[in-house]
């Protein structure tokens, strides 16, 4: 395979960073900074580095802002506050602030994962919840949402947030990419009310250009719509996530 370094990619900090990339297929290629890994400490285990990933972070932030083109609209947009922080920290710090939606945009829960926390019980009811205003939802992605995988983690997601809000709703959708269906779980203390009309009319008023190529008001409604497998294990499903008793997935 072809292999090349380059010294051409230059980080935040004006350095200069040697890149090597291994071609894989044509069109695709494996790439890595080889000098410019942040390094936050080293344990016994030759093998393993711990990484800095707040700095790593926001490395990969800059590099989006300065070379992707789909989100230059939205990184320029005056309303955008990027901040590069672990999300409970960050939420725990800011007192003054309530809000009217959290996303919890998360990677799945891995064994020592950053994200493991963020799925927990007491992360829902200690710093979620007192953070939403009166009408204000929560929405955590929820892990695979399968036939044959939902019950590894999406189904508790949606029954350990029962435990904290008066209202959940469970949605789906098929993720090529990733070669099965993909679940969130939404979640309120106030009624979640999905009315098509209102839907569409909100589409209109506040998208530009709201001539949508896939995505309409009817569709939206069916994400929540479960098939009978799925539906009955989040009906019946007892577990919920703590401390004492996390969920790690380990490949799919």
Known sequence: MEQTI???????NGKNVEWFEESLEVDLKWSLAINSVLYKATTKFQDVILLDTKHFGKEVVNICRKHLMANQEAFADCRLHVIINDAKVELEKSDEYKYDVIVGDLCDPREGGPCNHLYLKSFYQH????????NGVFVTQAGFAGVLSHQAFFSSV???AKQVFNHVIAYTAHVPSLADTRGWVLASDQPLKLDAEVINNRIKERIKGSDLQFIDAAFMLAFTVMNKTVHTTLMNETNVLTEENEKSLHGH
């Open 6 to 12: 380059e010294n051409e990619i230059v980080d935040s």
């Open 127 to 134: 710093i979620i919840k007192p953070k939403l205003n009166h």
């Open 158 to 160: 949606y029954n350990t």
